[in-house]
């Protein structure tokens, strides 16, 4: 008895998953900025603009903003051992999924994450009883935006970002914990946006620029 092979394409959440209003705004936010930079014409911004609107999954995007981006669409859906490496792209580790983020815990310890360590673009936060401190002060990156979800719990999320960078809290809920921001809620020019979601529970989020102590430390 014979079995027929299994399409591949059926299994390929870039070819699969229905994309929605946030996806094509985004590529039109790309395609816009391309226009500005000149480095698509007017004509071609129509074009692909219209290409954007009749898209229906994440590989349709792909066509349009090849030319003009290091990370396609399709690379939030796929799994990242899915993703054939070309030149000048790297192989993608945890974080680098939607579907797989960097998750970072804290028990009974604090978890830190300072000076330059390697930060992708999807990192979720479970402080379920004591401290995380995201400490994005020495951090290199070409990344846009960094989304951190964060699992309710009892302990608390500290951020901390260069003057230039920015973080959103809209999409951040609590119960009987508190969310504090002192910080720019938008980046200056194209610096990473730092997107936060998720619930606090009962313990609390701050974001922050440098302190004494933070630059102290970079100093020695």
């Not at 008895?1 to 394409?9: G, Q, V, Y």
């Not at 979720?124 to 309710?152: G, H, Q, W």
């Not at 260069?162 to 610096?191: C, I, Y």
Request: aromatic share 6%; charged share 30%.
């Amino acid at each position: 008895m014979s079995h027929a092979t299994p399409d591949p394409e059926q299994n390929d959440p870039a070819k699969t998953f229905r994309i929605g209003h946030k996806e094509r705004d985004d590529a039109i936010e790309i395609l816009r900025e391309a226009a500005g930079d000149g480095r698509i014409t007017v004509s071609e911004l129509d074009e692909r603009m219209e290409q954007v609107q009749a898209a229906k999954f994440p590989a349709d995007l792909d066509e349009v903003l090849s030319d003009l981006v290091t990370e396609l669409p399709s690379d939030r859906f796929r799994p990242a051992s899915a993703i054939t490496a070309a030149p000048g792209r790297a192989h993608l580790v945890t974080g680098w999924d939607r579907f797989d983020p960097l998750v970072i815990r804290a028990g009974w310890e604090s978890e830190n994450r300072r000076a330059r360590w390697a930060v992708p673009p999807h990192i979720r936060c479970e402080p379920s009883m004591s401290n995380i401190e995201l400490n994005f002060l020495e951090v290199d990156t070409d990344l846009e935006v960094i989304e951190v979800e964060i699992v309710a719990g009892m302990g608390s999320v500290i951020v901390v970002i260069p003057e230039d960078w920015g973080v959103n809290v809209d999409q951040l809920s609590k119960t009987w914990g508190n969310v504090r921001s002192a910080v720019n809620a938008v980046p200056a020019g194209r610096r990473p946006l730092v997107r936060v979601g998720g619930s606090i529970g009962m313990g609390s989020f701050r974001a922050r620029f440098a302190n004494y102590f933070d630059r102290r430390r970079m100093a020695k």
